[in-house]
């Protein structure tokens, strides 16, 4: 069975210290990963796919990056708008429906 | 595209009462998930449609749950006989084929 693992699950983190969030995966085969940013008592707000090793995403002060076994999500010089959970999911060969999520890493920027 | 809609935003009910939750995709959108989300956890796969077609349940759904998508657009999820268990945020999301997933704000469901 598809299994996402998320660590740490949370970070503390001072406004403009960087940190990368890990999202390590066992799939039969990949179809597809994806990030996600989560306000408390919100629905999950898509952040990016990644298809196959190698590939990069950006956008604003994250980074999400792909390897054959975990990705990572860079997050530089978090402001305090950057504090939500942050939830990785994985779509597989096994089930080409569903999105099988990790249960989040939990981060708090502040000033 | 307004996004994915969810209605009602909040339910409280009694155990073993009927709930009813509704979902409206975007538009274009052919495919329909539905996720069970407890706090502390990641959203928990409990069904998918690809236009009105039913195609996978997750196995921990019990027979209590029924979903539907009629003529491929907006979806129900119907939770029978509820009970303390089943309180939860219900999400529901859409997709272009096998592209990423747009969540809806959710349903609080409060089983009393």
């Known amino acids: 069975e598809d299994q996402v693992t998320q660590s740490p699950e949370a970070l503390r983190l001072q406004e403009g210290e960087s940190s990368s969030l890990n999202c390590s995966y066992t799939?039969?085969?990949?179809?597809?990963l994806f990030w996600y940013r989560q306000d408390p008592g919100k629905g999950p707000e898509f952040l990016f796919t990644?298809?196959?090793a190698g590939e990069e995403k950006e956008k604003e002060r994250l980074k999400a990056t792909l390897t054959k076994k975990e990705s990572f999500l860079h997050i530089t010089a978090p402001k305090p708008e950057d504090s939500a959970t942050y939830l990785c999911?994985?779509?597989?060969?096994?089930?080409?429906?569903?999105?099988?999520f990790g249960a989040g890493t939990q981060v708090v920027v502040t000033p | 595209d307004t996004g994915v809609s969810q209605n009602p935003r909040h339910k409280i009910t009694k155990r073993g009462q009927n709930v009813t939750f509704r979902c409206d995709p975007i538009?274009?959108?052919?495919?329909l998930y539905w996720y069970r989300q407890t706090l502390g956890q990641g959203p928990e796969f409990l069904t998918y449609?690809?236009?009105?077609?039913?195609?996978?349940k997750s196995r921990l759904l019990s027979d209590r749950f029924s979903a539907e998508r009629p003529k491929g657009s907006f979806s129900t999820l119907e939770i029978q006989r509820t009970e303390q268990g089943d309180s939860a945020m219900y999400l529901c999301?859409?997709?272009?084929?096998?592209?990423?997933?747009?969540f809806g704000p959710g349903t609080r469901l409060t089983v009393t």
């Open positions: 449609f690809q236009n009105e077609a039913q195609l996978e």
């Open positions: 990644l298809y196959s």
């Open positions: 799939v039969s085969g990949l179809r597809g």
């Open positions: 538009s274009e959108h052919n495919r």
């Open positions: 999301a859409s997709s272009l084929n096998l592209a990423g997933g747009y």
């Open positions: 999911a994985v779509r597989s060969t096994d089930s080409w429906g569903k999105f099988q």
